[in-house]
């Protein structure tokens, strides 16, 4: 049996091994925002997206589409700062009840209004903790590439 060690094979393994380096994950997000307004617990995945797993195109409720009207985008704190000085500038209040976004994450309760949730506490252990962000599509994509090249490699011997 002939040893398997050609340039293809390593740059496909390299490709997908360099692949599931390049995810943003934004679970930074929320203890930047806990510090920031001193709120009592992190304000809960929901504040922004429609799941709590969070992941590519569930950043839909309200509150998240003003933050990315003022430059937020996921995998850059920076962005998020931003974000959130013009929010506190403008005292902007997503569900008009007269309490600011800002008065809102400083209670622990959620901007978005009555359809959102006051923020629970995170728990960790067996009772809770975080869900893993969804890696990003650009990672199939690295994969399926690999495997192609990979299979056009073995097709030429």
């Not at 390299?14 to 307004?37: E, N, W």
């Not at 506190?88 to 209004?113: A, C, F, I, W, Y």
């Amino acid at each position: 049996m002939k040893r398997f060690t050609s340039p293809v094979a390593a740059a496909s393994f390299v490709a997908c091994a360099l692949a599931g380096a390049s995810a943003s994950a934004t679970d930074d997000y929320p203890p930047a925002m806990k510090a920031r307004f001193k709120s009592p617990s992190e304000p809960a995945c929901t504040v922004c997206h429609s799941t709590n797993a969070g992941g590519t195109g569930t950043a839909v409720k309200s509150f998240s589409l003003y933050l990315r009207q003022r430059g937020l985008v996921g995998g850059n704190p920076d962005s998020l700062t931003k974000a959130l000085d013009a929010m506190v500038g403008e005292k902007h209040d997503t569900d008009r009840d007269g309490k600011t976004d800002e008065v809102e994450l400083q209670e622990g309760t959620d901007p978005n209004g009555a359809l959102g949730s006051n923020v629970e506490p995170v728990v960790y252990g067996c009772g809770g903790g975080r869900i893993a962000p969804k890696q990003p599509a650009q990672t199939a994509i690295w994969t399926a590439l690999a495997v192609l090249a990979f299979a056009a490699w073995r097709r030429r011997r």
